[in-house]
Nanobody
Framework: QVQLVETGGGLVQAGGSLRLSCAASGRAFSNYAMGWFRQAPGKEREFVAS????????YYGDSMKGRYIISRDNAKKMVYLQMNSLKPEDTAVYYC???????????????WGQGTQVTVSS
């Protein structure tokens, strides 16, 4: 069983930055592709970014490209999301997610964190 715990959310002004962290439990973390999703009020959950199990490949949603950076530290069992140039429309609950299928890329979601709120004021 894998547990994911996100931290780092908060209130930030437009144009600012935040770094989200996701702490994972479980011995097989380094074999899991990981990702971030977000969900704004009244909207569907949206893909933000993903990273391969080794960390050498990353993928981003269109509106995040050039502003967000996903990274991981397998020794620490951590995944990070650096968010820059934040906009009010980035306001959402951000969720860490993991693929337990040992795929090198994020194919399915087996594990979800509880989410962390990010609010961007204009």
């Amino acid at each position: 069983q894998v547990q994911l715990v996100e931290t780092g959310g908060g209130l930030v002004q437009a144009g600012g930055s935040l770094r989200l962290s996701c702490a994972a439990s479980g011995r097989a973390f380094s074999n899991y592709a990981m990702g971030w999703f977000r969900q704004a009020p009244g909207k569907e959950r949206e893909f933000v970014a993903s990273i391969s199990s080794s960390g050498d490949r990353t993928y981003y949603g269109d509106s995040m490209k050039g502003r967000y950076i996903i990274s991981r530290d397998n020794a620490k069992k951590m995944v990070y999301l650096q968010m820059n140039s934040l906009k009010p429309e980035d306001t959402a609950v951000y969720y860490c997610a993991g693929d337990g299928s040992y795929s090198d890329y994020l194919r399915r979601i087996d594990y979800w964190g509880q989410g962390t709120q990010v609010t961007v004021s204009s």
